[in-house]
């Protein structure tokens, strides 16, 4: 298994609060990923990294930031939570840039509900 | 339309048959395709990569049509841990980099 933690795996948080994510990585992985799973929509592409302070936006990324300080460590911050929040996070790390072979490695995923 | 789509299921299969589902895109410059295992509440997992001329993994069986746009996956002997929802992956190349595209998911019940 790729060497992806996140953190927390459950919180239930309040409308309105910030909340942060937090996936580390131990495999020096350049790429990394915040998806979002919902029933209907499958897994959708919210931010991405590709190095250091170097990231771009997927297709559903309004209400979220991220930053990449280091290496190992990329954060999903919801700044002001809402209820359309309330999902599955699944960070995902992939070695280099997506080609026509490799692919990606998803965390254990954090549920996050928003009351 | 969506991009990729999958009969959501569920496929009740009696342990041991063989079970077989597909996949559709929609956009023809798709370039590559995988199947991924997600158990519930757990995270996907590559389950096989999918080639142009089909592939074999043990008792898995990957199947990809360009012509008609879409790949199967084909499961022998079924085990009661085959039990599980596959998604389907598109990874298409766009100018801004690869964008991979995933299905709703089908979902597999193997029942003794």
């Known amino acids: 298994d790729a060497g992806i933690t996140q953190s927390p795996r459950h919180k239930v948080t309040e409308t309105g609060t910030p909340v942060t994510l937090r996936c580390h990585q131990t495999?020096?992985?350049?790429?990394m990923y915040w998806y979002r799973q919902d029933p209907g929509h499958g897994l959708r592409l919210i931010h991405y990294?590709?190095?250091?302070?170097?990231?771009d936006k997927g297709e559903v990324s309004d209400g979220y930031s991220v930053s990449r300080s280091k290496t190992e460590d990329f954060l999903l911050t919801l700044e002001s939570a809402t209820s359309s929040q309330t999902s599955v996070y699944f960070c995902a790390i992939s070695e280099s840039r997506l080609n026509l072979r490799n692919t990606i490695y998803f965390g254990e995923g954090s549920w996050l509900t928003v009351v | 339309r969506k991009e990729v789509e999958q009969d959501p299921g569920p496929f009740n299969v009696p342990e041991g048959a063989t079970v077989a589902f597909n996949c559709t895109y929609s956009?023809?410059?798709?370039?590559?395709f995988f199947w991924y295992r997600q158990d519930c509440r757990k995270e996907p997992k590559l389950l096989m990569s999918?080639?142009?001329s089909g592939n074999e993994d043990g008792r898995f069986t990957a199947q990809l049509n360009r012509a008609s746009q879409y790949i199967s996956l084909l499961i022998r002997d079924s085990k009661l841990s085959d039990s599980a929802t596959y998604l389907c992956v598109v990874n298409e190349a766009k100018a801004a980099g690869n964008k991979l595209t995933f299905g709703g998911g089908t979902r597999v019940l193997v029942k003794p």
């Open positions: 495999e020096n992985h350049r790429y």
């Open positions: 999918v080639y142009s």
């Open positions: 990294s590709y190095g250091v302070k170097d990231t």
């Open positions: 956009n023809s410059a798709s370039q590559s």
